[in-house]
């Protein structure tokens, strides 16, 4: 579980983000204060994204995505990977990248570690997304209806501990399901977790029987299934979650100074103008994207503070 404490910052943090170890070619207080100048137009505008799969792979899709919004912008704009859900959220907390590709729940902490940061724009399923509990098919689990009460005495993972389709919605709705028992209760063997390499991870996990049973995002594993082989021949999709909201693109405040006054409308106009089927789009798996906004996501909120992963 991730502690909460790494997210409760305040104002103070936002107000000393220049003293913070954000490198050198963050924006400078100097820089802030002349945004208006030709200096300041030669600022870099960052943009990371939580780590769903292999960096490698993470990196030449969203390398895409910087280029696009370079054009779209006229301001350079660099992905910089983070190693981890948490990784994404301190660098976003502490200004090294003002644009993140975020879960829902990374996007929640996020803006409350960061006063004044919005949620721009979202998947056009994003509203409605939901996750898959897999099974390798050597268990002789089937696709059902109803939820899979059999999973308590077999090996389970969840993605990353910070993950809204991974493990924070999964875990609400098996708690749904089994009388509200944590899963760390309820299964016969404590569940694990893919501290790297995300949903891909997760499928991998179960493809290879180092896990029985696992939770994963389904726009990931029917990706995986379309491509990956031993994903299609040794997985089976057994059950589908309800429908919750999720990834979401947040934007950091500073941009407005450091970019110039509007720099998020900008942004968010960028995004949504994104045509389907690019390069840029294909960075996030996505058909098209819409807009969005910090309230799109208080149910992942709530969730969060009911299941005690972050404080109200």
């Known amino acids: 579980m991730l502690k909460s404490s790494l997210f409760r910052v305040g104002l103070a943090a936002l107000t000393t983000m220049a003293l ?20 300041a137009t ?37 992905f910089v990977f983070s190693k981890d859900y948490a990784d994404s959220v301190t660098k976003f907390k502490n200004g090294e990248v003002q644009l993140v590709w975020f879960g829902g729940l990374s996007g929640v902490q996020a803006r409350m570690a960061v ?46 501990p910070g993950s809204t389709s991974g493990r924070l919605m999964p875990t609400y709705f098996i708690m749904q399901n089994n009388g509200g028992v944590n899963p760390d209760d309820w299964f016969a063997t404590k569940p694990g977790f893919q501290m790297s390499g995300g949903h891909v991870a997760t499928a991998n996990a179960v493809a290879d029987a180092t896990y029985q049973v696992g939770a994963v995002n389904y726009k990931t594993y029917d990706s995986l299934v379309a491509e990956d082989p031993k994903i299609a021949e040794n997985t089976v999709k057994i059950w589908t979650t309800p429908f919750y909201a999720d990834y979401n693109f947040t934007i950091h405040p500073e941009v407005e100074t450091v970019f110039g006054e509007g720099f998020i409308g900008k942004v968010q106009a960028a995004l949504i103008a994104a045509p389907e089927g690019s390069d840029a789009l294909k960075a996030i798996n996505r058909e098209s994207i819409i807009s969005a906004k910090n309230e799109d996501f208080d149910g992942i909120k709530a969730t969060a503070i009911e299941m005690g992963l972050i404080e109200g």
């Not at 913070?20 to 200096?39: K, L, N």
């Not at 030449?60 to 910087?66: G, Q, S, T, V, W």
């Open 20 to 39: 913070v170890g954000c490198g050198s070619d963050s924006p400078s207080t100097e820089q802030s204060e002349t945004a208006s100048t030709p200096e």
């Open 42 to 78: 030669a600022a870099t505008f960052y943009l990371s994204a939580i780590p769903d799969e292999k960096i490698t792979d993470q990196k030449a899709k969203f390398d895409k995505l910087a280029e696009y919004l370079t054009a779209e912008l006229g301001t350079t704009t660099e």
């Open 115 to 160: 006063e004044g940061s919005r949620a721009i724009a979202q998947g056009k399923a994003d509203p409605k997304y939901k996750s898959y509990i897999i099974a390798n098919k050597a268990t002789g689990l089937e696709p059902s209806a109803e939820f899979p009460l059999a999973i308590k005495d077999m090996t389970f993972t969840f993605g990353s």
